[in-house]
Protein backbone atom coordinates (compact mmCIF):
# COMPACT_ATOMS: atom_id res chain seq x y z
CA UNK A 1 0.00 0.00 0.00
CA UNK A 2 1.12 3.69 -0.99
CA UNK A 3 2.64 5.28 2.21
CA UNK A 4 2.26 8.61 0.10
CA UNK A 5 -1.68 10.31 -0.06
CA UNK A 6 -2.36 13.00 -1.74
CA UNK A 7 -3.69 14.93 1.44
CA UNK A 8 -0.35 14.48 3.21
CA UNK A 9 1.59 16.18 -0.50
CA UNK A 10 -1.07 19.09 0.47
CA UNK A 11 -0.27 18.84 3.71
CA UNK A 12 3.96 19.11 3.20
CA UNK A 13 3.02 22.03 0.76
CA UNK A 14 1.15 24.11 3.17
CA UNK A 15 3.80 23.66 5.84
CA UNK A 16 6.52 25.06 3.20
CA UNK A 17 3.66 28.18 2.40
CA UNK A 18 3.68 29.02 5.55
CA UNK A 19 6.91 28.70 7.02
CA UNK A 20 5.78 26.53 10.35
CA UNK A 21 3.11 23.94 11.96
CA UNK A 22 1.72 26.69 13.74
CA UNK A 23 1.05 28.92 10.99
CA UNK A 24 -0.14 25.91 8.23
CA UNK A 25 -2.73 24.27 10.91
CA UNK A 26 -3.91 28.08 11.11
CA UNK A 27 -4.62 28.54 7.78
CA UNK A 28 -6.18 24.83 7.03
CA UNK A 29 -8.05 25.07 10.17
CA UNK A 30 -6.42 22.00 12.10
CA UNK A 31 -4.63 21.98 15.73
CA UNK A 32 -0.83 22.21 15.66
CA UNK A 33 -0.57 18.90 17.53
CA UNK A 34 -2.79 17.30 14.65
CA UNK A 35 -0.34 18.89 11.81
CA UNK A 36 2.50 17.47 13.96
CA UNK A 37 1.21 13.75 14.22
CA UNK A 38 0.62 13.55 10.75
CA UNK A 39 3.73 14.66 9.52
CA UNK A 40 6.11 12.91 12.40
CA UNK A 41 3.60 9.56 10.90
CA UNK A 42 4.35 10.61 7.09
CA UNK A 43 8.20 10.77 7.78
CA UNK A 44 8.48 7.68 9.89
CA UNK A 45 6.58 5.28 7.48
CA UNK A 46 8.93 6.85 4.90
CA UNK A 47 11.99 6.29 6.66
CA UNK A 48 12.86 9.97 6.03
CA UNK A 49 12.62 13.26 7.20
CA UNK A 50 10.86 15.94 5.61
CA UNK A 51 11.54 18.83 7.63
CA UNK A 52 14.73 20.48 9.41
CA UNK A 53 13.15 21.52 12.56
CA UNK A 54 14.58 25.00 13.69
CA UNK A 55 12.25 26.56 16.75
CA UNK A 56 8.98 27.58 15.79
CA UNK A 57 10.46 27.42 11.60
CA UNK A 58 10.81 24.57 9.54
CA UNK A 59 12.47 24.06 6.56
CA UNK A 60 12.17 21.44 3.37
CA UNK A 61 15.23 19.17 3.59
CA UNK A 62 16.25 17.80 -0.05
CA UNK A 63 13.70 14.82 -0.10
CA UNK A 64 10.81 17.28 1.11
CA UNK A 65 11.81 19.47 -1.92
CA UNK A 66 11.46 16.54 -4.40
CA UNK A 67 8.33 14.98 -2.71
CA UNK A 68 6.95 18.54 -3.27
CA UNK A 69 8.96 18.81 -6.83
CA UNK A 70 6.43 16.20 -8.18
CA UNK A 71 4.12 15.92 -5.62
CA UNK A 72 2.60 19.40 -7.21
CA UNK A 73 1.78 17.55 -9.93
CA UNK A 74 0.33 14.78 -8.84
CA UNK A 75 -2.40 17.33 -6.86
CA UNK A 76 -2.48 18.98 -9.71
CA UNK A 77 -3.36 15.87 -11.82
CA UNK A 78 -6.09 14.63 -9.30
CA UNK A 79 -7.68 18.18 -9.42
CA UNK A 80 -8.01 17.86 -13.10
CA UNK A 81 -9.45 14.35 -12.82
CA UNK A 82 -12.09 14.95 -10.73
CA UNK A 83 -13.42 18.40 -12.30
CA UNK A 84 -13.38 15.71 -15.63
CA UNK A 85 -15.64 13.47 -13.26
CA UNK A 86 -17.58 16.01 -12.01
CA UNK A 87 -18.14 17.54 -15.37
CA UNK A 88 -19.22 14.06 -16.62
CA UNK A 89 -22.29 13.46 -14.18
CA UNK A 90 -23.25 16.82 -13.44
CA UNK A 91 -22.38 19.17 -16.24
CA UNK A 92 -20.44 21.58 -13.56
CA UNK A 93 -16.88 21.70 -12.95
CA UNK A 94 -15.51 20.97 -9.36
CA UNK A 95 -13.86 24.14 -9.63
CA UNK A 96 -13.73 27.30 -11.51
CA UNK A 97 -10.48 29.49 -11.34
CA UNK A 98 -10.93 33.36 -12.65
CA UNK A 99 -7.91 35.68 -12.71
CA UNK A 100 -7.90 39.50 -13.19
CA UNK A 101 -5.94 42.03 -13.65
CA UNK A 102 -4.50 43.92 -10.59
CA UNK A 103 -6.20 47.12 -11.89
CA UNK A 104 -9.53 45.87 -11.32
CA UNK A 105 -10.90 45.03 -7.14
CA UNK A 106 -11.42 41.89 -6.45
CA UNK A 107 -14.89 42.90 -4.44
CA UNK A 108 -15.83 44.25 -8.24
CA UNK A 109 -17.09 40.53 -8.47
CA UNK A 110 -19.24 40.18 -5.18
CA UNK A 111 -22.25 40.75 -7.12
CA UNK A 112 -20.54 38.06 -9.50
CA UNK A 113 -20.18 35.53 -6.92
CA UNK A 114 -23.05 35.81 -5.15
CA UNK A 115 -25.21 34.86 -8.44
CA UNK A 116 -23.36 31.83 -8.76
CA UNK A 117 -23.23 30.67 -5.21
CA UNK A 118 -27.11 30.65 -5.59
CA UNK A 119 -26.53 28.30 -7.82
CA UNK A 120 -25.66 25.69 -5.53
CA UNK A 121 -24.01 23.62 -8.33
CA UNK A 122 -21.44 22.68 -6.07
CA UNK A 123 -18.42 24.51 -8.04
CA UNK A 124 -15.72 25.62 -6.03
CA UNK A 125 -14.66 29.16 -7.25
CA UNK A 126 -10.71 29.87 -6.90
CA UNK A 127 -10.18 33.90 -7.70
CA UNK A 128 -6.71 34.90 -8.12
CA UNK A 129 -5.03 38.06 -8.99
CA UNK A 130 -2.17 38.95 -11.50
CA UNK A 131 -0.61 42.16 -13.01
CA UNK A 132 -0.43 43.01 -16.58
CA UNK A 133 0.61 39.83 -19.08
CA UNK A 134 1.25 38.08 -15.91
CA UNK A 135 -2.65 37.46 -16.27
CA UNK A 136 -2.35 36.24 -19.76
CA UNK A 137 0.25 33.92 -18.61
CA UNK A 138 -2.05 32.72 -16.29
CA UNK A 139 -4.52 31.42 -18.72
CA UNK A 140 -1.94 29.82 -21.32
CA UNK A 141 0.03 28.34 -18.19
CA UNK A 142 -3.60 26.67 -17.41
CA UNK A 143 -3.25 28.46 -14.09
CA UNK A 144 -7.14 30.32 -15.13
CA UNK A 145 -10.57 28.79 -16.68
CA UNK A 146 -11.01 32.80 -17.49
CA UNK A 147 -9.60 35.72 -17.16
CA UNK A 148 -10.37 39.58 -17.48
CA UNK A 149 -6.97 41.27 -18.76
CA UNK A 150 -5.82 44.45 -19.68
CA UNK A 151 -3.88 45.21 -22.75
CA UNK A 152 -3.91 42.51 -26.17
CA UNK A 153 -2.70 39.35 -25.17
CA UNK A 154 -0.05 36.86 -26.78
CA UNK A 155 -0.32 35.47 -29.56
CA UNK A 156 -0.64 32.17 -30.73
CA UNK A 157 -2.29 31.33 -27.11
CA UNK A 158 -5.14 29.16 -28.50
CA UNK A 159 -7.56 31.34 -26.63
CA UNK A 160 -10.89 33.32 -27.43
CA UNK A 161 -11.36 36.87 -26.34
CA UNK A 162 -14.14 39.48 -26.13
CA UNK A 163 -13.53 43.19 -25.59
CA UNK A 164 -15.41 44.25 -22.18
CA UNK A 165 -14.36 47.84 -22.61
CA UNK A 166 -11.81 50.75 -22.47
CA UNK A 167 -10.19 52.65 -19.39
CA UNK A 168 -8.76 56.30 -20.01
CA UNK A 169 -5.99 57.71 -18.41
CA UNK A 170 -4.34 60.96 -17.25
CA UNK A 171 -1.02 61.84 -16.58
CA UNK A 172 -1.33 63.08 -12.74
CA UNK A 173 0.73 64.01 -9.50
CA UNK A 174 -0.01 65.67 -6.21
CA UNK A 175 -0.06 69.19 -6.12
CA UNK A 176 2.94 69.42 -4.05
CA UNK A 177 4.94 67.70 -7.01
CA UNK A 178 7.71 69.51 -9.25
CA UNK A 179 5.71 68.94 -12.27
CA UNK A 180 2.86 70.49 -10.37
CA UNK A 181 4.13 74.09 -11.07
CA UNK A 182 5.03 74.35 -14.46
CA UNK A 183 2.75 76.31 -16.35
CA UNK A 184 3.09 74.43 -19.69
CA UNK A 185 2.78 71.19 -20.95
CA UNK A 186 5.07 68.13 -19.62
CA UNK A 187 8.37 67.34 -22.33
CA UNK A 188 10.25 64.23 -21.98
CA UNK A 189 13.38 66.09 -20.48
CA UNK A 190 10.66 67.20 -17.49
CA UNK A 191 9.70 63.54 -17.18
CA UNK A 192 13.21 62.23 -16.87
CA UNK A 193 14.25 64.81 -14.07
CA UNK A 194 11.56 62.65 -11.85
CA UNK A 195 11.01 59.21 -11.13
CA UNK A 196 7.99 57.29 -12.56
CA UNK A 197 6.15 55.15 -10.73
CA UNK A 198 5.07 51.84 -12.42
CA UNK A 199 3.16 48.56 -12.08
CA UNK A 200 4.92 45.40 -12.38
CA UNK A 201 4.40 42.92 -14.44
CA UNK A 202 3.74 39.58 -12.86
CA UNK A 203 4.21 37.31 -15.91
CA UNK A 204 6.66 35.01 -14.52
CA UNK A 205 7.58 33.36 -18.30
CA UNK A 206 6.24 35.92 -20.65
CA UNK A 207 7.85 38.91 -21.46
CA UNK A 208 7.52 41.85 -19.51
CA UNK A 209 4.77 44.51 -20.44
CA UNK A 210 6.04 48.15 -19.52
CA UNK A 211 3.86 51.00 -20.47
CA UNK A 212 4.42 54.64 -20.96
CA UNK A 213 8.50 54.79 -20.40
CA UNK A 214 10.62 56.61 -21.74
CA UNK A 215 14.34 54.82 -22.08
CA UNK A 216 16.42 55.82 -19.12
CA UNK A 217 13.61 56.59 -16.84
CA UNK A 218 14.02 56.54 -13.56
CA UNK A 219 11.55 54.62 -12.01
CA UNK A 220 9.81 52.98 -8.92
CA UNK A 221 8.08 49.30 -9.19
CA UNK A 222 5.44 48.81 -6.95
CA UNK A 223 2.97 45.77 -7.00
CA UNK A 224 -0.86 47.43 -7.68
CA UNK A 225 -2.46 50.02 -9.36
CA UNK A 226 -3.70 51.36 -5.74
CA UNK A 227 0.13 51.30 -4.47
CA UNK A 228 0.45 53.14 -7.57
CA UNK A 229 -2.16 55.64 -6.65
CA UNK A 230 -0.84 56.17 -3.63
CA UNK A 231 2.83 56.82 -4.37
CA UNK A 232 1.84 59.32 -6.49
CA UNK A 233 -0.45 60.92 -3.87
CA UNK A 234 2.22 60.80 -1.68
CA UNK A 235 4.26 62.77 -4.13
CA UNK A 236 6.84 60.41 -4.58
CA UNK A 237 6.88 60.49 -8.47
CA UNK A 238 4.68 60.55 -11.53
CA UNK A 239 2.26 58.67 -14.21
CA UNK A 240 -0.57 58.33 -16.19
CA UNK A 241 -3.86 56.73 -13.75
CA UNK A 242 -6.94 55.44 -14.96
CA UNK A 243 -9.78 58.28 -14.34
CA UNK A 244 -12.44 56.48 -13.33
CA UNK A 245 -9.96 55.01 -10.22
CA UNK A 246 -9.06 58.67 -9.32
CA UNK A 247 -11.98 60.81 -9.40
CA UNK A 248 -12.46 61.72 -5.99
CA UNK A 249 -8.80 62.61 -5.59
CA UNK A 250 -9.33 65.12 -8.53
CA UNK A 251 -11.86 66.60 -7.51
CA UNK A 252 -10.40 67.07 -4.17
CA UNK A 253 -7.26 68.57 -5.72
CA UNK A 254 -5.32 65.61 -3.95
CA UNK A 255 -4.02 64.70 -7.35
CA UNK A 256 -3.92 67.13 -10.21
CA UNK A 257 -3.86 66.53 -13.82
CA UNK A 258 -1.16 68.14 -16.07
CA UNK A 259 -1.10 68.51 -19.90
CA UNK A 260 1.89 66.21 -21.23
CA UNK A 261 3.43 65.84 -24.42
CA UNK A 262 3.41 62.06 -24.00
CA UNK A 263 -0.11 60.52 -24.00
CA UNK A 264 -1.22 56.98 -23.30
CA UNK A 265 -3.98 55.36 -25.20
CA UNK A 266 -7.15 54.08 -23.35
CA UNK A 267 -6.54 50.66 -22.12
CA UNK A 268 -8.52 47.47 -23.64
CA UNK A 269 -10.19 44.69 -21.16
CA UNK A 270 -10.09 41.98 -22.42
CA UNK A 271 -12.44 38.65 -21.41
CA UNK A 272 -10.74 35.46 -22.06
CA UNK A 273 -11.16 31.67 -22.01
CA UNK A 274 -9.82 28.35 -23.64
CA UNK A 275 -12.62 27.09 -26.12
CA UNK A 276 -11.99 23.44 -24.39
CA UNK A 277 -13.54 21.86 -21.74
CA UNK A 278 -17.13 24.26 -21.87
CA UNK A 279 -18.41 23.29 -18.75
CA UNK A 280 -21.80 24.80 -16.94
CA UNK A 281 -19.52 26.80 -14.76
CA UNK A 282 -17.15 28.55 -17.38
CA UNK A 283 -20.63 28.92 -19.49
CA UNK A 284 -22.18 30.73 -16.85
CA UNK A 285 -19.42 33.21 -15.94
CA UNK A 286 -19.14 33.62 -20.00
CA UNK A 287 -22.46 34.78 -20.42
CA UNK A 288 -22.48 36.81 -17.04
CA UNK A 289 -18.79 38.80 -17.54
CA UNK A 290 -19.82 39.71 -20.90
CA UNK A 291 -22.82 41.73 -19.76
CA UNK A 292 -20.20 43.69 -17.77
CA UNK A 293 -18.63 46.88 -19.28
CA UNK A 294 -15.30 48.20 -18.27
CA UNK A 295 -15.09 50.87 -16.25
CA UNK A 296 -18.56 49.87 -14.66
CA UNK A 297 -16.98 47.37 -12.92
CA UNK A 298 -14.05 49.28 -11.66
CA UNK A 299 -16.95 51.91 -10.28
CA UNK A 300 -18.89 49.12 -8.49
Not at 10 to 34: C, M, N, Q
Amino acid sequence: MLKLSLEAIELVDAIDRYGSFAAASERLHKVPSTISYAINKLEEQLGLALFLRQGQRVHLTAAGRELLKEGRWLVIAAAELESRLRQIATGFESEFRLVHDSLIATDSFTKDICAFEDLHCGTRLRIACETLMGTWEALRDGRADMIVAAGDGPSGGGYRAVEVGKLAFVFCVAPTHPLARLRRAVTRADLLEHNAIVVGDGARTMSDRTIGLLAGQKRITVPSMSAKIACQLAAIGHGFLPRACIRKELASGALVEVESEESRPDESFWLAWKPEAMGEAKKWWLQRLQRQLIPDILLR
